[in-house]
């Protein structure tokens, strides 16, 4: 039977390569995030490269109603996920709390913590009453160790690594899998929308050493995903060889 794998945020970096992977595997994929041509472009080049069925759904995680409108628009047979990728997260700015900017803090909580649980609020009982499925939370080393002006992005990725594991708690005796994966530093998007727009600074950070890329990360995400029923990663922090934690790399 084709396993069906949801993952959000998959416009760019972690989660388009994790679609591609998935897709590759066989997996029929149901992608969501907020740049509608992105989804459009990516469910068509995944239904013609690997004949898999795919579905986008154009959603902010932000907006509960958002999430609801749209996760309760898919018919029964894509609500029968097997797997959910909670991807969609950022960070913004990088400034001492005492300099924060608002409207940073909430787009951080709101995408990375309130988002998670929205889209798995939804989902999560789809799971329950087929006593099967695997959550799979991208973290980040931000939610293993606090670094200087990552404050509150720290800190939301800690809460993502503390809900995980009530998770797993909650929804062990319904066979659900619950699982983390927490990269080091990794070249996507990320650094362009924590330094909003700034390019040049964002290309700043990867100079010097080799960070992971987005498919390394999918390719750690297949594994996790396809391991015996019996067997599950309850947390995986990877890295670059490069880096040796949040804050320790070595630049040549």
């Known amino acids: 039977m084709v396993k069906l794998a949801m993952i959000t945020g998959a416009t760019s970096g972690i989660g388009k390569a994790s679609a591609e992977k ?6 029929n994929v149901l992608i969501t995030g907020r740049r509608e041509d992105r989804l459009q472009e990516l469910a068509s080049n995944l239904r013609n ?3 898999v069925e795919v579905k986008f759904l154009c959603f902010d995680v932000r907006d509960n109603d958002q999430v609801e409108n749209a996760l309760s628009s898919l018919e029964e047979p894509w609500q029968a996920i097997d797997l959910l990728v909670n991807n969609a997260g950022l960070a913004v700015g990088l400034n001492p709390i005492q300099d924060g900017v608002l409207e940073d803090w909430e787009r951080m909580i709101d995408t990375n913590v309130k988002g998670l649980l929205y889209v798995s609020r939804v989902v999560l009982p ?3 009453a087929r006593k099967s499925g695997h959550v799979i939370n991208i973290g980040s080393v931000a939610g293993k160790e606090v670094y200087p002006n990552g404050n509150v992005y720290c800190a939301s990725k800690f809460a993502v690594d503390a809900l995980t594991k009530g998770m797993r708690m909650d929804l062990v005796q ?3 899998k619950v699982s983390q994966l927490a990269p080091g530093a990794i070249n996507t998007e990320f650094s362009v929308v924590r330094f909003k727009g700034d390019q040049q600074r964002a290309d700043s950070v990867y100079t010097g050493f080799e960070p992971l890329s987005g498919a390394d990360v999918a390719d750690v995400l ?3 995903a396809n391991l015996p029923k019996h067997v599950n990663i309850n947390d995986l922090v ?6 040796a934690s949040a804050t320790v790399m070595h630049k040549v």
């Open 22 to 27: 998935f897709a590759a595997g066989g997996w």
């Open 49 to 51: 490269t690997y004949a």
């Open 126 to 128: 789809w799971m329950v």
């Open 174 to 176: 319904h066979g659900i």
């Open 222 to 224: 297949w594994y996790m």
């Open 238 to 243: 990877l890295m670059p060889t490069a880096q």
